[in-house]
């Protein structure tokens, strides 16, 4: 059985321009809320998703947002704990490295921009929530998740059919912040660009170690080079 490797950073010039400019357009849009509050050019947009979604705190849908909201918070880094554990445990602490250091980054980077653009969650939130609305810190992790995944579990060959699903569990999370009404829709925007966008740019600055990682992991599957037999002739 060959073993697990962690996957190589994108060779496209385009990914590492978008992981550098997507958060500082965030950043961007940041400021923009500081200068003017409550009144984004994109609030109405805002207000007519906020109006859309919702329903009564029971069903189905609510108990899935619970669960997403759930996951978002303590029991998600409890969950994250365990996997870097079973990373350590096959002797994968580049990968370890990575997962924490992915996650670290993300946390600093929702945090800040949370800081610059101070902007107020809806007044009918129906969760408990703290620290501001922008950006949306459980669409962020989840969205830093999915890239973890990508890049220490998922083998390259099924990479492509991966992407869509990491794609369908962010806007899953960031559909259940807004079902809530815990964030506006452009909130739980911001927070995924972000976390999709910090977690690549770690992916970029750890290549060496999972480069070097994916090669010890590779050589030791190699299978061993062909002794020539007794009777073989060696060529010169």
Avoid: Y
């Avoid at 924490?100 to 929702?110: D, F, K, L, N």
Wanted: one cysteine or more.
């Amino acid at each position: 059985m060959q073993r697990m490797t962690p996957n190589g950073f994108p060779k496209s010039r385009l990914a590492l321009a978008l992981a550098v400019l997507v958060p500082l357009g965030v950043l961007g849009d940041a400021l923009w809320i500081r200068l003017a509050p409550g009144s984004p050019p994109w609030q109405g947009l805002d207000d007519s998703w906020n109006d859309l979604v919702g329903g009564p705190a029971d069903g189905l849908r609510w108990q899935l947002a619970q669960l997403l909201n759930r996951l978002g918070g303590e029991p998600g880094l409890a969950l994250l704990a365990i996997a870097v554990v079973a990373l350590l445990i096959a002797r994968r602490w580049r990968s370890a490295v990575f997962a924490c250091a992915a996650v670290a980054a993300t946390s600093i980077a929702v945090d800040l921009v949370k800081r610059v653009g101070e902007r107020p969650r809806p007044l009918d939130v129906m969760v408990d929530t703290g620290s501001w609305a922008f950006p949306s810190g459980h669409a962020a992790r989840m969205a830093v998740f999915v890239v973890i995944v990508a890049v220490v579990w998922i083998p390259a060959r099924h990479l492509r059919a991966w992407w869509p699903v990491a794609v369908f569990l962010t806007v899953l999370m960031m559909g259940a912040r807004t079902w809530q009404h815990a964030h506006w829709l452009t909130d739980t925007v911001g927070g995924a660009a972000v976390g999709w966008a910090v977690a690549a740019l770690v992916w970029r600055a750890c290549t060496p170690l999972l480069d070097r990682e994916r090669a010890l992991r590779e050589a030791v599957d190699a299978p061993p080079a062909e002794e020539p037999g007794a009777g073989g002739e060696r060529l010169s």
